[in-house]
């Protein structure tokens, strides 16, 4: 079992739907990223969080340390928010840079 | 300001030959990590470099070595290539190892 688990793997949306991808741990962690990826491999960071909720523009984030649990949502989406949104984990007591990795979920928005 | 620079962008190798591969980070930081990214995986830690001093290897081999420059550039060398060293390099910059700003990676192929 991955330390850091996502879900869905794959996801297909209408525009304008409201988008949820979920994370799950089972490490202690310190801070958790969310990561959007695009076809060609650059990634972006969206939100570096380790309470609460975090907001930025259509992009939501929210985590649950107490049930290990983490999700990112996508308010009206959008054609070009196709990208592969990675979640991952600052394991707690680790080296800082050692960043744990879901394996990530594609989501592909159609007009 | 330029992000995080990866050179070379593309790279194809034989079996049994080497590469290096070389990251500068964003102007001010000081800490680089480098990541591989298999097809269809995420992103697993290879090295994380702060101030010049190895602060985290992740589960490679001895095959993958890295270096960070006074100027805190750093390259990942990785010898005697094997197939499923394929993959995407990926480095990331911070300024104080928490919050990563990911450079657009190398592929590199190995036939």
């Known amino acids: 079992k991955n330390e850091v688990e996502q879900s869905p793997q794959n996801l297909t949306a209408q525009e304008g739907e409201f988008i949820t991808i979920n994370c799950s741990y089972s490490v202690g962690i310190s801070a958790l990223h969310w990561l959007q990826q695009h076809p060609g491999g650059g990634i972006v960071s969206l939100f570096m969080l380790s309470s609460g909720k975090k907001k930025h523009g259509r992009l939501i984030a929210t985590i649950n340390i107490q049930e290990k649990h983490s999700s990112l949502h996508i308010t009206a989406s959008h054609p070009r928010d196709s990208a592969v949104y990675i979640c991952?984990?600052?394991?707690?007591?680790?080296?800082?840079?050692?960043?744990?990795f879901g394996k990530g979920t594609k989501l592909s928005v159609k007009p | 300001d330029a992000g995080v620079t990866q050179s070379p962008t593309h790279l194809i190798k034989t079996r049994g030959q080497h590469v290096t591969l070389r990251c500068s980070p964003i102007s001010g930081h000081k800490s680089v990590s480098w990541y591989q990214q298999v097809l269809g995986q995420g992103p697993q830690f290879i090295f994380q470099?702060?101030?010049?001093?190895?602060?985290g290897r992740g589960n490679f081999p001895d095959r993958f070595s890295a270096r960070q420059f006074p100027n805190y550039s750093s390259e990942l060398n990785v010898n005697a290539l094997l197939l499923g060293d394929s993959a995407l390099y990926l480095c990331?910059?911070?300024?104080?190892?928490?919050?990563?700003?990911f450079g657009p990676g190398t592929r590199l192929t190995v036939t």
């Open positions: 990331a910059s911070s300024l104080d190892a928490w919050e990563q700003y």
């Open positions: 470099y702060y101030e010049k001093e190895e602060r």
């Open positions: 991952a984990a600052h394991n707690y007591g680790g080296s800082q840079g050692n960043l744990i």
